[in-house]
């Protein structure tokens, strides 16, 4: 049987850590095993984590320390935990996972793929279903990546040698791990999958770090970032990135990268090849991509 390592970062999630710990204890088809780091929580999250390593032993290691930041709690676990697996996976600490999510992914895995991603099922702070995230049916590119995440860090599952190329990569931050991680694999010309399936209850509360992206009032917090430049900083953080690891992209997402860089700086040439139908980027969405579009003309971005 396949094992799979479980990376969960946690900070005050006593409402409900345990019963996200208890479903990813239930999960079939793969020997679990689950790595926690605590980023300084105040509340009983430590004191319930470690209740329950008591009473299983996949529970393998707990770590606390203060990072700051979900991305830098996650890189954190990275760097701790062995490529000695055979698939990875995020968790945060209030969803609910089916009991096949991890199984289900890793046929799509062994099939072909290196990553695997999915839309979640969206509930509310006490379990009752509110709808489903958005399904994205523009096919996984770097084209898309360098401007977009599309599945949360909380549905991801990938590969030994995917885990053990970012392991190597050392990072400590980056402003979303989940989208830096779409964005590697798709520079490198990894194959992804997303699914349009959801195998994972995503919590909606005042505490979320990110929450997400659907609905008015969310898609509305999103173009105040955008106007207010956190985007720009975070693409900038990407950028940084890439520039880092240009040597391991494909040939294709090299020239389409620096064409990216050149558009940022070259009004000109980006609103001819807008024009012109030649502009090879894109979001997920036709509002998406109008807005993008703008977006770069005006220097959010």
């Known amino acids: 049987m396949s094992k799979t390592a479980i990376l969960m970062s946690t900070k005050n999630g006593e409402k409900y850590v345990q019963e996200q710990i208890n479903s990813i204890l239930k999960q079939k088809g793969t020997k679990i095993h ?51 697996y055979n698939f990875y996976a995020f968790s945060d600490q209030d969803d609910i ?58 549905t991801m599952v990938f590969k030994r040698k995917l885990f053990k190329e970012i392991k190597n990569l050392k990072i400590k931050d980056a402003p979303s791990h989940d989208w830096l991680l779409y964005i590697y694999a798709t520079f490198r010309g990894y194959h992804y999958y997303y699914d349009k399936n959801s195998l994972i209850y995503y919590r909606q509360h005042e505490n979320n770090d990110i929450g997400s992206n659907k609905g008015i009032i969310n898609q509305f917090k999103r173009v105040i970032m955008t106007i207010k430049g956190e985007y720009k900083l975070w693409n900038n953080s990407n950028i940084k990135f890439l520039k880092k690891i240009k040597k391991l992209g494909t040939n294709e997402n090299i020239k389409l990268f620096n064409k990216f860089l050149f558009y940022r700086n070259n009004n000109y040439y980006l609103i001819k090849d807008i024009i012109l139908g030649r502009f090879p980027f894109y979001r997920q969405t036709t509002n998406g991509n109008f807005l993008l579009k703008i977006a770069m003309i005006i220097k959010l971005i």
Not at 66 to 74: H, L, M, P, W
Not at 123 to 142: C, D, E, L, V
């Open 34 to 84: 689950l790595y926690i780091s605590d980023d300084n929580s105040s509340d009983q999250t430590i004191k319930i984590i470690r209740e329950l390593k008591k009473k299983n032993n996949n529970i393998k290691k707990i770590f606390t320390g203060k990072y700051g930041s979900a991305a830098k709690n996650f890189f954190f676990l990275i760097s701790k935990v062995s490529i000695n």
């Open 97 to 154: 996972w089916k009991s096949n999510k991890i199984s289900a992914a890793i046929i799509k895995l062994k099939s072909g793929y290196d990553i695997y991603g999915s839309r979640t099922i969206l509930t509310n702070k006490n379990k009752k279903i509110i709808g489903k995230s958005y399904y994205f049916r523009k096919k996984p590119t770097f084209n898309n990546s360098i401007l977009q995440n599309i599945a949360g860090g909380n």
